[in-house]
């Protein structure tokens, strides 16, 4: 069964930084590209940073180049979202996701969630 549980989300002000984790199970873990996304209130969720499956290639919303990192360890299992100079703009619940296809159907796993909230 997969599973991913995201963690480190917080209240924090503007210019600080959180360190986002997402604990994967139940699946090769190293043999699937991952993501971050984040929804805010009243708008669409949007992808903000991914990472291949070896860690080699990464990519990122404009919205957060040069801010944010995404890592991860394929012999821990985990996924982070290193998160720098935050802005108010960066609120949203952040989720943790993996899109895997087998016998011709895609499979899209969310975890639960993790609140990050920029504020004063």
């Known amino acids: 069964q997969v599973q991913l549980v995201e963690s480190g989300g917080g209240l924090v002000q503007p210019g600080g930084s959180l360190r986002l984790s997402c604990a994967a199970s139940?699946?090769?873990?190293?043999?699937?590209?991952m993501k971050w996304y984040r929804q805010a209130p009243g708008k669409e969720r949007e992808l903000v940073a991914s990472?291949?499956?070896?860690?080699?290639?990464?990519n990122y919303a404009d919205s957060v180049k040069g801010r944010f990192t995404i890592s991860r360890d394929n012999n821990k299992n985990t996924v982070d979202l290193q998160m720098n100079s935050l802005k108010p703009e960066d609120t949203a619940v952040y989720y943790c996701?993996?899109?895997?296809?087998?016998?011709?159907?895609?499979?899209?796993?969310w975890g639960q969630g993790t609140q990050v909230t920029v504020s004063s």
């Open positions: 990472i291949t499956r070896a860690g080699g290639r990464r």
């Open positions: 996701n993996t899109l895997m296809v087998s016998l011709g159907r895609t499979y899209d796993y």
């Open positions: 139940g699946f090769t873990f190293s043999s699937y590209a």
